[in-house]
């Protein structure tokens, strides 16, 4: 999200994480972590994130599939067992079917469940928007997408909520380090490299929350805590000795 913002029109950059921001305070308050129930009633930030993810879809070329028979579409033969790519970010940043020039945090306001993951923005009033995006990374992408989906917006959540992002000062000038905001790794995912930046909490009190969080969660991280680099088990083990 934070490239998304600095790679949009300089007009705008700084509203968005603030008006996020003042959507989870009216709604969820700074006395209490963000949960699942909160989403549905937060628009303006899933309105954010879809557009987080026409920008930057984190896999462009979706999640390989095969025919299970021949077929044949405009003039092409595909012989049963042919694999099938799906060009996501060439359809997102096509001019026929969008304009992607930079975050636009209106594009998805009131349109409460067009597509994401699959062909432009179309519309499906009657379904959530929830449901609809959990349906199309279950059948589009696969069962651990829609688990992703839900990942990444609670990590949006806990952004807006109690911290703040800035880019990282020079020591020396004083000034803001620049970041790479095509700065991504070469692979199938759109993963992006390490960059230096300062993550501000909204205050005291926030600490003492997501320390609880944290607490609260440790049986649920020790099941994912395989194959750990020895300096982030030393880390974990360091943050919880303090409990």
Same mark, same amino acid.
């Given at each position: 999200?934070?490239?998304?913002?600095?790679?949009?029109?300089?007009?705008?950059?700084?509203?968005?994480?603030?008006?996020?921001?003042?959507?989870?305070?009216?709604?969820?308050?700074?006395?209490?972590?963000?949960?699942?129930?909160?989403?549905?009633?937060? /628009?303006?930030?899933?309105? @954010?994130?879809?557009?987080?993810?026409?920008? +930057?879809?984190?896999?462009?070329?979706? &999640?390989? %599939?095969?025919?299970?028979?021949?077929?044949?579409?405009?003039?092409?033969?595909?012989?049963?067992?042919?694999?099938?790519?799906?060009?996501?970010?060439?359809?997102?940043?096509?001019?026929?079917?969008?304009?992607?020039?930079?975050?636009?945090?209106?594009?998805?306001?009131?349109?409460?469940?067009?597509?994401?993951?699959?062909?432009?923005?179309?519309?499906?009033?009657?379904?959530?928007? /929830?449901?609809?995006?959990? @349906?199309?990374?279950?059948?589009?992408?696969? +069962?651990?997408?829609?688990?992703?989906? &839900?990942? %990444?917006?609670?990590?949006?959540?806990?952004?807006?909520?109690?911290?703040?992002?800035?880019?990282?000062?020079?020591?020396?000038?004083?000034?803001?380090?620049?970041?790479?905001?095509?700065?991504?790794?070469?692979?199938?995912?759109?993963?992006?490299?390490?960059?230096?930046?300062?993550?501000?909490?909204?205050?005291?009190?926030?600490?003492?929350?997501?320390?609880?969080?944290?607490?609260?969660?440790?049986?649920?991280? @020790?099941?994912?805590?395989?194959?750990?680099?020895?300096?982030?088990?030393?880390?974990?083990?360091?943050?919880?000795?303090?409990?």
């Amino acid at each position: 999200m934070g490239r998304c913002l600095l790679s949009g029109p300089s007009d705008m950059t700084f509203w968005v994480g603030t008006k996020g921001e003042e959507e989870l305070d009216h709604i969820v308050g700074d006395q209490r972590a963000s949960a699942l129930h909160d989403l549905e009633k937060t /628009l303006y930030i899933q309105a @954010i994130f879809k557009e987080t993810i026409c920008i +930057r879809p984190v896999g462009p070329v979706g &999640i390989p %599939h095969t025919t299970t028979s021949t077929e044949e579409f405009r003039g092409y033969v595909l012989p049963e067992g042919t694999a099938i790519f799906s060009d996501t970010y060439g359809i997102f940043h096509d001019p026929e079917h969008s304009t992607k020039l930079g975050m636009n945090d209106s594009a998805f306001q009131g349109h409460t469940a067009s597509i994401v993951f699959s062909f432009g923005r179309i519309r499906f009033p009657l379904l959530s928007s /929830l449901w609809f995006h959990l @349906i199309v990374c279950w059948f589009f992408w696969n +069962r651990e997408s829609a688990q992703a989906y &839900i990942s %990444h917006i609670t990590l949006l959540f806990i952004d807006l909520q109690f911290s703040s992002f800035w880019p990282a000062k020079d020591p020396e000038s004083g000034r803001d380090v620049p970041v790479d905001v095509l700065g991504y790794k070469e692979s199938l995912t759109l993963t992006p490299k390490p960059f230096q930046c300062q993550i501000i909490p909204h205050g005291e009190h926030v600490k003492n929350i997501i320390e609880s969080e944290l607490c609260a969660s440790t049986e649920i991280f @020790i099941q994912f805590e395989r194959d750990l680099a020895e300096e982030d088990k030393h880390w974990v083990d360091e943050i919880r000795s303090g409990w």
